[in-house]
Structures are given as C-alpha cells and as structure tokens.
C-alpha cells in the first residue's frame, strides 16, 4: 500500500497474479460487463468502479468469490441477475430439463418496491401447494432467519434440501395474516403437461395444463394436441395458472404450435437490436381456445399468453398476470456454479412491455380458485368451459342461418 498526503493507493493485482477465487469473481463481473441487457445501467453504478472495489477485498475461498459476487451485483438492483451456488445452479438445470426436484415447491421472486421475497406460485402436487400458500404471500423468515437479510437468492436456497427434511416458514399471507408453517420437502414430480378430455351432453373440449417450461415441453404438447385431436375435442382450454415460466424458446415454440406465420414476441438486447419472431404457418390446433392466467402467471409464460392475446387467437380470463418482461440467460461459472444474467428485455406482438405491470386478462375471474387445478370443483375451468361451448353454439346457430340462406339462393 502506497499512502501520498494520508491517501491511500491500493494497487489491484494484475490479472495474472489473481488468485483462483479472485479470477472467479472477475470472470462473473466479465459476463455481466458482456452479457447485461442495459448498458447504460451498468455505466450509471459505475461498474468498472466497483469491479476495482470488490476485487480489493479479501476474496481467499469459494465462499468469500460468492458473497463478493453478491455484493457486487446489489447494485443492478435486478433480483434475476444472480450468482447460483452448486446447489441452485443443479437445481435450475434440473428443473429446466429434468423431470423432478427435491424441496417444497415454490417458485420465488422479489417485489420491485418494497423488495420483499414473495411467492409467484407454487408447483402442482408440492408440499407448498398442499398447505395453502399461494402466489403473492410473503416469505418473512426460513428457519427463523430474516428473507430480507438473505435474499432471494439465499432464500430459495434454505427452502431446499433432502427429502424427508423439514424447514419451518413464516409467511404473510396476501389477507396480512402472519403464519408459521412447517414443511417436508420431498421429491416433486414437475409433469410439466397435463391433459384430459371434458365433456358434456352436447360438447367435448380438451384441458391442457402447462407448469412451466422445461426443455420437453414443445415436444410434449405437440403430442398431447395430436392425442386431443384423435379425441375429437372441439375446443381447448390453456391452462397456464401459477406456471412461473422456464425456458423461453419452450414457451416460444408452444406459441408456434397455436399460430400461423404471426409474431410471438419482440425482443431487445443490449445493442438495441430488435428481433421480431415469427411463427410458422404449421399448427398443431387452429380451433377455439380460452387461456386462463393468474397473478402466478410469469416470464416465458406471459409470452406465450400474450402473443395469444394480441393475435386474438386465444381470450384470456383470470387474474393480471405476474409482469416479467425481462429475459435471463444462464451461463457456467468455474466447474460446478453459474450466474444468471438479464440479457434482453420483450415486448408483446403489439408492442406492450409487461414488466412490473403484467398481462390483463379479457375475462377477470374474483372468485377463488380451486386447491387443485382442473378437478371437478374448479370454477375457472367451469367458466372457460361456459365461454367455449357458447362459441360452439354460436358456430352451429351461424352455421344453420348460413344453410338456409343457401338453400333459399337455390331456390
């Protein structure tokens, strides 16, 4: 340390002197430096200042790369740029293209104003969903330790862990009420597409119910729309309820299978280079259709929900929608860690940007929703199936006035 007039300079090691953990830190600083979405935001913190302050600390373990790395992207103030540890980079990667995780099923974000950990929806069949907590409760503390003082992050991390272990959760529930609830984690099975037929005395409408979206998704509901189609289904209702997104090219490619050669979403990177994505003149149903969407309803699926709606290919009805329009790219870190960056904001096909502000569906639906999803009680399937069978019934009186007019130009 070199100190002129009680100044004090602190030369920063060159890269080649840079311990393991320090090139560690400096590599997650490089992505983001190279990969963020918004280069002016990286210019307004001042990020090559803080590499310089973060790298002048004592980083001499993985632990200490970790927490430096924290530190260093606080100020983004963008809860979807992160460091993930070993155990979260695996779990991240399992669910995007695996078939099941271990812990308690909740899907985690952070509200943008008073930066609280809050649940955006909980997985179907979880021991989240099986003990009430819905999207929109607040996370207060994780094994009594604050969620604020954790982050989000670290939060999730704690609600993770072995099956057959416990983890005891504090929450406040969206009516204020303060709850203790303790949890078993186990293994969940995502089943990220569920399907089955309705119906009725007149009419036969398929159900078609997404989780999110893993990397076997796209190919999965190609294979249940055709199973439907064998079915003879004359409708199809989309359910998209607390599906907290994925993979964005899933969700994308879904949208592809609904449309014919009309624009999905907009995206942005951090050139400013806008790409319009289309999607192909094949698809895979073209008949009438009703997404439901709740305010558990985010990211890849808010994409899909609307290019469906601005293309009025598909009615909306629920609740808003979560309001994620920024999309993240997932990036190795060292062997075994990664860090997840913001890499582009998008636009509907109509130009509407979504973040923070969600999706409002045509139809809002006030009444509560079913335990389980898709069951016999479930009145926003209920509603879906009221709305569909109106449109059959107005197709068949349309297409009998049509018969006669023909009939009577015969004549």
Known sequence: MICIFSTCLVPIPSVNALSDSRQFVLDAWTLVNEGYYDPEILDDIQWKRIRQKTLQKQIETTEEAYFAIEDMLKPLEDPFTRILRPKDYELLKTSNFGSEINGVGLQ????????KIKVVSTLAGSPAEEAGIISGDLIDKVDGLSSSELGLANTAAKLRGASGTKVLVEITSISDEIKEIDLERR????????TKRLRDDFHTIGYLRITQFSESVPQKIEEALEELKDKEVEGIILDLRNNSGGLVSSGIAVADAFLSEQPIVETKDRNGIKDAIISQKKTYFDGPMVTLVNKGTASASEILAGSLQDNERSILIGEKTYGKGLIQSLKSLGEDSGIAITVASYLT????????KGITPDKILDFPEAREYGNSDDKWVKNAEIYLNSLFDKNEVEDTVSKVEEKDIDN
């Open 349 to 356: 096909p109509k130009g509407n940007n979504i973040q923070g």
């Open 108 to 115: 985690l974000g952070e509200d943008e104003i008073t930066k």
């Open 187 to 194: 293994s969940v099975d995502l089943r990220p597409v569920r």
